[in-house]
């Protein structure tokens, strides 16, 4: 099968969407698919650069997301792309620049397109001119219109499922977990310890993750800046990077504590297991994760992790070796401190390993595959002309979008 992926977002852009996209790229190529990218330029990639199966599109940062890209152009050169490859099916991975490229390709060449749900945007809405332009009914409005015509919708999880119906979505919806690939261990946890100066005995808690407001990296400082007077040889990790840093690390100042907690910056792909074998327990404060991609990462790594409830993990952790959800600040650090009192068991990993069966990578593109081929046996051609253009609902989405957010090359 020649498969597209329409995104946004993509290496060497870090961010659970470009890892989610570059997992399922790489499991659907091992099963003998082809693959491929329709994504932004980046200032970080050269123009001249040569990417197998990838197509870089001219973009400009977008508003409120920086490190963010929209596509601007290349509305005709996509179609002709994805003419020559024969592309069977379009999967969006984005609502903005090169998913509405997306759909338009799939219409050109009357093919299926479906697309993956990745953000709630209702928890982001403050980005965007402090939040004056959208608010969350404002979002479940436009990602109805984005919705309409596809043949499909994936949803991450049962949260995600909830929402897009509360928007008033009609296209099918699959629950699909996203699966996670992780590289083997380059330099082992005990490497990591030496380079930060850890004894193999001192308690280490691992933050890793988007510094961003939302997700609340300011409350596993405050819990472990609590824990020292139990563990005053603890040190935490905050790896990472994004618009919230500054703040946080102005919180590390005011409470002294520079000295017991590290801000390390974005980790390559490669060490992330490194970091999380480092740890004897991996936190999230964050309670606006839809797919949790992190916390799949510390199973796989045979960390357990302490996270805020959510119908996601609610799922997810169904025992003590996977993690522990919380609801309130003194479940927090109850948490944290049981992880840290609690030697690693062969038992406890086995049931991760076991875990980790139904979220790994294989499976998800398995998973997806099987949604492919479902709506493409279900998908039937139409000869009306009419198909080919936006509906109204979808004409009007694009124009508060962007306005024409490409132009011919």
Not at 79 to 101: C, M, N, P, R
Not at 294 to 321: G, K, W
Not at 387 to 395: C, L
Request: hydrophobic letters at 40%; a negative charge.
């Amino acid at each position: 099968m020649n498969i597209g992926l329409f995104t946004d977002t993509y290496f060497p852009q870090v961010s659970g969407v470009a890892t989610s996209i570059k997992t399922l790229k790489d499991a659907l190529e091992a099963q003998g698919h082809q693959v491929y990218i329709f994504t932004s330029t980046d200032p970080k990639v050269s123009k001249n650069k040569f990417e197998p199966h990838i197509y870089r599109f001219s973009s400009v940062p977008y508003i409120g997301f920086r490190d963010r890209r929209l596509a601007i152009r290349g509305l005709i050169q996509a179609v002709e792309i994805a003419k020559s490859v024969q592309l069977d099916i379009v999967h969006t991975q984005t609502e903005f620049s090169l998913g509405l490229l997306g759909k338009f390709v799939a219409r050109q060449l009357k093919i299926p397109a479906i697309h993956t749900y990745h953000t709630m945007y209702e928890d982001y809405t403050h980005y965007v001119a402090k939040g004056l332009l959208i608010g969350p009914k404002g979002v479940g409005t436009l990602m109805k219109a984005y919705m309409l015509s596809l043949d499909g919708v994936i949803a991450p999880s049962q949260l995600v499922q909830e929402a897009l119906i509360r928007y008033g979505v009609k296209t099918p919806i699959r629950i699909i977990p996203t699966g996670v690939s992780l590289p083997s261990s380059t330099a082992g946890n005990q490497d990591l310890r030496q380079k930060f100066g850890f004894t193999p005995e001192q308690p280490v808690i691992l933050s890793l993750g988007r510094l961003a407001f939302e997700k609340n990296v300011a409350l596993t400082i405050s819990a472990f800046s609590e824990l020292l007077q139990t563990y005053p040889d603890a040190r935490l990790i905050i790896a990472g990077d994004g618009p919230a840093r500054h703040a946080l690390e102005e919180q590390v100042n005011e409470l002294s504590l520079n000295a017991q907690i590290t801000f390390v910056g974005m980790v390559e792909h490669s060490e992330i297991v490194d970091y999380y074998q480092m740890s004897n327990v991996f936190v999230s404060s964050s309670d606006t994760e839809t797919q949790g991609l992190t916390f799949i990462e510390a199973m796989a790594a045979d960390r357990p992790f302490v996270a805020i409830h959510s119908p996601y993990l609610d799922n997810l952790v169904d025992n003590d070796a996977i993690g522990t959800l919380v609801s309130d600040y003194d479940e927090l650090m109850v948490g944290i401190e049981k992880y840290l009192t609690q030697p690693l068991s062969t038992s406890d990993s086995m049931i991760r390993q076991q875990k980790m069966k139904d979220v790994d990578a294989k499976t998800f593109a398995k998973r997806v595959l099987s949604f492919y081929e479902d709506v493409l046996s279900d998908y039937h051609q139409t000869d009306d002309v009419e198909d080919e253009y936006p509906t109204d609902d979808e004409a009007g989405y694009m124009k508060r979008i962007l306005r024409n957010p490409f132009r011919r090359n």
